[in-house]
Structure formats: structure tokens, C-alpha cells
């Protein structure tokens, strides 16, 4: 018996859409159960990139709601697409608890099989996200002597 899941294209939104509603556990589950979100670039600020499994994928989306309660999504434009992958640019923005504004522009990759996310790798400019979420923003990576 054939099985219909959905296209990547369709998960990629579904996904987008419950981190914009602050839902971690249904962001979660939209995941394989060793499926992960890597995001590379970060690993240049001293943060692992890959966030592996359910359980992780969902404490990081709550702690990423604690800091910027009103986190979404704006826009999500499909760059390419096939049944089990696609390529989509997208935005996101928020006020974060520390009152500063958070905007990005990311370009994500996610693969899935059987219905589910296995890697949704994530390309995003880090100097937005340091001078949101970084205690001192920029001069936390700047040191001079």
C-alpha cells in the first residue's frame, strides 16, 4: 500500500509555522527521531551547529520563546523544490526579553523521508543574531588589547 506523505516544500511550511506559533513540542514532532537542525555559520561564535533529536529540537525552540517570546516568520519563498527536498529563503523578526529588535534572513535546506524532517540546515548572517542575542552585543566578539 502506497503511503501519501507530505512534500517537503508543505513540512517546511507546517515547521515555520509552529515555531511562529510557539509551539516547540509540535515544532519537534515534526522531526525524524535522529532528524536535527544544523545551522554551521553559528559554530564561528562558539555554539554547536547541530541540534539533534525531538527532545533537544524542542528544549532549544523553548529557550529560543524565553528569549524572544514573539519569534516568527515572515515571509517564505521556495527556491527550488522535489517531493523529498526543497530550498526556500525566509525572514523572521522579534522583540527579544532584553528589548532589542531581532531580524534575519536565512536560506534553509530540508530534507525529509516518510513524512518527516531528517536535517533542516539553516544559513543565516550572524552579526544580527549577535547583536540581538549577545549579552553586549558585537563587543562580545570584539576584544582589543
Known amino acids: 500500500m502506497e503511503q ?3 512534500p517537503a516544500a ?18 519537534a514532532s515534526f522531526f525524524a527521531k535522529d532528524g536535527y537542525i544544523d545551522a554551521p555559520y553559528v559554530v564561528t ?6 541540534i539533534t533529536g525531538k527532545e533537544s529540537i524542542e528544549s532549544t525552540m523553548s529557550g529560543l520563546l524565553q528569549n524572544a517570546p514573539n519569534f516568527h516568520f515572515t515571509t517564505i519563498k521556495v527556491i527550488l ?11 523572521s523578526e ?4 532584553n528589548g532589542r529588535e531581532y ?3 536565512y536560506i534553509g535546506h530540508l530534507i525529509a523521508k516518510d513524512g518527516e524532517i531528517l536535517c533542516h540546515r539553516e544559513f ?3 552579526i544580527p543574531f549577535v547583536q540581538a542575542f549577545f549579552p553586549n552585543g558585537l563587543s562580545d566578539l570584539i576584544t582589543t588589547k
Open 103 to 105: 531580524k534575519q534572513l
Open 124 to 126: 543565516l548572517n550572524t
Open 10 to 27: 508543505q513540512l517546511l511550511s507546517d515547521y515555520l509555522t509552529s515555531v511562529s506559533e510557539g509551539n516547540p513540542s509540535k515544532t
Open 45 to 50: 561564535l562558539g555554539m554547536p551547529s547541530k
Open 94 to 97: 522579534a522583540t527579544l526579553a
Open 4 to 6: 501519501n506523505f507530505k
Open 81 to 91: 523544490e522535489t517531493p523529498t527536498e526543497v530550498v526556500a529563503e525566509y525572514e
